[in-house]
């Protein structure tokens, strides 16, 4: 779904992670725009720009792929996360699944002990 309209940038700020807050401000939305901005809460492809914007620019936009854009489990991505940690720091242990049964079986003890 394709939502446009004007803004303007109200605010930007640096967070703690590298990541940043950029606040839109928008003139009064019809009913139907302001809907559909609703309805898009979550991770969403950005446009911004100052210039109008084309029919072209909005089909390459629809093209891009978004990076997050999985329906992975929780679990999948803890153990995606896991083998990443494992890739750049292995701790002594040539297989993953060592691994992580290890850090598994440490977090759970930690939730363990806090009950």
Partial sequence: MNVVFESQIDGIRR???GSYKITIETQELN????????????LVKTLIS??????DIISAVDNMKIANDSKLSLSERMRNVLFR???SSPEGYEDFNLFYSSRMERLI???KDKI
């Fill in 31 to 42: 009913d139907d725009t302001a809907l559909k901005v609703i309805k898009l809460k979550g």
């Fill in 15 to 17: 967070l703690k992670d």
């Fill in 109 to 111: 003890n930690q939730i």
């Fill in 50 to 55: 100052d210039t109008n914007v084309t029919q």
């Fill in 85 to 87: 940690l494992w890739e």
